[in-house]
């Protein structure tokens, strides 16, 4: 199934606006607001393009007031469960073409990329948001073949044995 949205949690959606839309490119294409009382919750949506059927994909963000969050509340995916910042992160896929225009558009605003790396099969170049939530813009160089068959052969595997040919 193609994915139709990704959400998470902002404590700033004009910050997050203007780095999804002035900065990554991707327009905002639709805003809900439920009133709940006092409480109340915004989501909001950028598109992030078409997927191979030709079905629109989206980043979500819910801004929201009251509407049972703990007082110290984070929107990070990582560093607030005590991981590295890197382990959760949403990966775009990217052009190089695309790369260079949005580490353009960061660049004329001081922001540097947290990482650039050459995996193999692609590179990429990550960002921190607004929400310290890592995105990736990945460019296929040239992509993995599927093979599901190591794929699950290799969740056995022990990384710390010397002997494995695998390591």
């Known amino acids: 199934m193609p994915l139709h949205h990704v959400a998470y949690a902002t404590k700033d959606v004009e910050a997050t606006t203007h780095f999804y ?6 327009p905002l294409v639709h805003t809900e607001i439920q009133a709940m009382g006092d409480s109340w ?3 909001v949506f950028y598109d992030i393009g078409p997927n191979e059927t030709g079905d629109a994909e989206s980043i979500a963000f819910f801004e929201f007031n ?14 607030g469960v005590g991981l590295p910042f ?3 992160h949403c990966a ?3 052009t190089e073409e695309k790369q260079q225009e949005v580490r353009a ?6 922001i540097e990329p947290v990482m650039e790396q050459d995996h ?3 590179h990429s170049v990550y960002y921190m948001d607004p929400n310290n939530i890592m995105v990736e813009l990945c460019r ?19 990384p710390t044995d010397n002997d494995s040919p695998d390591n």
Do not use: Y
Request: charged residues 30%.
């Open 86 to 88: 890197w382990v959760n």
């Open 105 to 110: 558009r960061m660049e004329a605003e001081g």
């Open 66 to 79: 009251q509407i049972g969050e703990q007082p110290e509340w984070t929107t990070d995916v990582s560093d």
């Open 21 to 26: 839309e002035n900065l990554m490119g991707f």
């Open 41 to 43: 919750v915004r989501h």
């Open 140 to 158: 296929d160089s040239p992509g993995f073949t599927p093979d599901p068959i190591e794929a699950k052969r290799l969740l056995t595997v022990d």
């Open 120 to 122: 193999g099969w692609c």
């Open 92 to 94: 775009f896929r990217a």
